[in-house]
């Protein structure tokens, strides 16, 4: 288990070269990048991937969607004021960028319609879309109700509470009173 509160070593570097989380080793198979661990992990379980070849590839589309076509412009209009709030350029960039992320968001909108899942059968592209909509979507998502149900319902599974769950109890104060 990765500490975050302490540097990671030249080991871990040379398995995850960025210095980023998540990383995934399992037996010999070492791997980073949510997406492909994601993809692997259901693979390898036979769950959270259709087996039929078109609904398979839409879930798999939808993934790397997600993490291509939908979480840059995001990310740049969330993170540009947060990181950069100093920067004389960082408002104006992100104002400049949000046309084209509610552009990108209307789209996974119209996608999803009045389905419950953005491939039909809950998938490893929800656990990424709704991921990715929940931490960096903000306000903008919010002006989609669509997407904000989509994230709702993505967030009330029992496993998402479990892995929430599981994620904050390693931030916990180990020296903190019960």
Known sequence: MLDAKTP?????????????????????????????ILL????????????????RARAISWLFAAVNAVEPPLRNVSTFPLFYADSDWAAPAAEALTPFAKKRLTRV???????????????????MLSFILRTIGGE???????????????????????????????????NAPA
Request: glycine share 8%; charged share 25%; net charge negative.
């Open 8 to 36: 990671r070593g030249a080991d871990y570097l040379a398995w995850q070269p960025f210095d980023q989380v998540p990383a995934y080793r399992d037996g010999e198979v070492e791997m980073f990048e949510a997406a492909a």
């Open 40 to 55: 692997h992990l259901a693979e390898k379980s036979g769950q959270l991937l259709p087996g039929d070849a078109a609904p």
């Open 109 to 127: 909108a119209d996608a999803l319609g009045d389905g419950e899942w953005i491939a039909g059968e809950f998938s490893i592209a929800d656990i």
């Open 140 to 174: 903008l998502v919010n002006a989609f109700p669509s997407l904000a149900a989509y994230i709702e319902r993505g967030q009330a599974r029992p496993a998402y509470q479990r892995a929430l769950a599981a994620q904050l109890a390693d931030f916990a104060d180990e």
